[in-house]
């Protein structure tokens, strides 16, 4: 059986707004730690990896971290939880942009969502010589 494929619209679709990403994860047993909670190393990761996405989606050029600066953890993330991390881009200078992420705890089984931790990240975008090159203002939402 084939499934009928919708065409996009002319132009083809429309962008992603880069105002905000969000990723979600299940926390498995080996992202635990001894005391079966998410180890704060792979709390870092994710959220590093979803402040990337933002910048990236933001200024459509290669980016890398540059700073993390204010990060706290706030509640633990038990195994078997899901994490939602949302990430935003908050401020962009001349060449980089500040990330804010924020992970949510969330019971994969309730209604149950707490701010587990959150940090701020400053990314820098490069050209291909590797060197850093302007990204666009924020746009006013």
């Keep these: 059986m084939t499934l009928p494929v919708s065409c996009p619209p002319q132009g083809g679709l ?13 926390v498995f047993p080996g992202l635990t730690n001894h005391h079966g909670t998410l ?3 792979e709390a870092l990761s994710l959220m590093d990896s979803a402040a990337f996405i933002a910048a990236t989606r933001h200024c459509r050029r290669k980016v890398v971290t540059r ?3 204010a990060m706290e953890f706030r509640n ?11 990430a935003r881009v908050v ?6 942009m500040t990330v804010q992420v924020d992970v ?17 990240f400053t990314l ?13 203002p924020l746009a006013d939402v």
Aim: a negative charge; proline letters at 14%; charged letters at 25%.
């Design 76 to 86: 633990p993330i038990p195994q078997g939880s899901l994490v939602e991390l949302v």
């Design 67 to 69: 700073h993390l600066d």
């Design 14 to 26: 429309p962008p992603v707004p880069p105002r905000e990403t969000r990723v979600t994860h299940v």
């Design 104 to 120: 949510f705890r969330e019971d994969m089984y309730s209604e149950e969502r707490e701010l587990a931790c959150a940090g701020t």
């Design 124 to 136: 820098v975008a490069l050209g291909d010589d590797g060197q850093p090159v302007p990204v666009p």
């Design 91 to 96: 401020r962009a200078g001349r060449t980089s």
């Design 39 to 41: 180890f704060g190393g």
